[in-house]
Nanobody, 122 residues
Framework: VQLQASGGGLVQAGGSLTLSCTAS????????VGWFRRAPGREREFVSS????????DYDDSVQGRFTISKDNAANTVHLRMNSLKPEDTAVYYC????????????????WGQGTQVTVSS
């Protein structure tokens, strides 16, 4: 499975961006997807996840209420809508797919996209 993350960019604090993760696999509907991010000097951290059917979502406390994850199996795409962005959201964002389950743990994911840069200016 190949994953292509897109939608990053430069935005002012309080602004919004929507990240997309598009998969090559026709069986994408059987994969759970997670978003992670890595800020400069920090470890990769969990942001959000969604189960294979798109019926169950999970968010880190730092983004709860501001970010929304959704899954469009017909389009092989997962979106991460990011509202009320803060400078501390600045990071490279990665999407990942798991053939087993949605998880907050990086080791649960089998495939990773290349990352897309999000920069939030104050």
């Amino acid at each position: 499975v190949q994953l292509q993350a897109s939608g990053g960019g430069l935005v002012q604090a309080g602004g919004s961006l929507t990240l997309s993760c598009t998969a090559s696999a026709r069986t994408f509907s059987t994969y759970a997807v997670g978003w992670f991010r890595r800020a400069p000097g920090r470890e990769r951290e969990f942001v959000s996840s969604i189960n294979f059917s798109g019926t169950r979502t999970d968010y880190d406390d730092s983004v709860q209420g501001r970010f929304t994850i959704s899954k469009d199996n017909a389009a092989n795409t997962v979106h991460l809508r990011m509202n009320s962005l803060k400078p501390e959201d600045t990071a490279v964002y990665y999407c990942a797919a798991s053939s087993t389950r949605a998880s907050r743990l990086t080791r649960a994911y089998d495939y990773w996209g290349q990352g897309t840069q999000v920069t939030v200016s104050s």
